[in-house]
């Protein structure tokens, strides 16, 4: 049965993402935990928890004002992740390297 994702929830699957993670001081000073702004990841209890187990090691709509420290969400950011804007471009380069005029060209 499908579930709607609750703040709750979302904190239960943190947990078991942090739990495969090294401890905080152990971790590499460029990591860093990035979420989007859907509501139920802006809750108190997330940022809280975030805050416990990433610090000042976050991106996520809201998190400064609840926190103060991290890293807001950058408006108008569909994305941040390496792999996807590489794989976007690369993608791009492919089928319109050869500048297609006709959709047969593609």
């Known amino acids: 049965m499908r579930e709607t994702i609750s703040s709750e ?54 998190y400064p004002k609840f926190t103060g420290t991290g890293m807001d969400w950058p408006p108008y950011s569909p994305d941040l992740s390496p792999r996807d804007n590489f794989l976007w471009g690369a993608l791009k380069d492919t089928i319109y390297g050869n500048h297609p005029s006709k959709l047969d060209e593609l």
């Open 9 to 62: 929830r979302y904190i239960t699957i943190l947990e078991q993402f942090v739990s495969t993670q090294l401890p905080l001081e152990d971790r590499p000073r460029i990591e860093w935990f990035m979420q989007d702004g859907a509501r139920p990841r802006r809750t108190e209890k997330v940022f809280r928890f975030l805050d416990e187990h990433f610090g000042n090691r976050v991106i996520a709509l809201d």
